[in-house]
């Protein structure tokens, strides 16, 4: 299965399923800071689900309360903590 991140300079990424969106942008060498270690608690970390939504784990409750305080929107998720079971395609 592939992530593939959209933007300037546009790459997909092979991975197994169950990785994280985080761990392909590492894979692609896409510079993202992660204060928090991955951990799903500093919100740094926002992308910007362009679609297959669908396609990843459910936001648990630490997740959950960063995207509430960040206000972000319904196709925004954390990297570290979105983990894909098929084709994503999204933005940093």
């Avoid at 546009?10 to 060498?29: K, M, Q, W």
């Avoid at 669908?54 to 936001?59: D, F």
């Avoid at 979105?82 to 999204?90: E, G, I, Q, S, Y």
């Amino acid at each position: 299965m592939k992530i593939c991140f959209t933007g300037n300079a546009p790459i997909d990424v092979e991975v197994e399923p169950g990785s994280s969106i985080a761990a392909a942008a590492r894979a692609a060498s896409i510079e993202q800071k992660y204060p928090c270690r991955g951990y799903g608690r500093c919100g740094t970390c926002i992308v910007n689900i362009e679609s297959g939504a669908e396609n990843l784990s459910q936001p648990n409750e630490s997740e959950s309360r960063v995207l509430r305080i960040l206000k972000a929107n319904s196709g925004q998720r954390l990297a570290c903590q979105a983990l894909a079971n098929d084709d994503v395609v999204c933005r940093f």
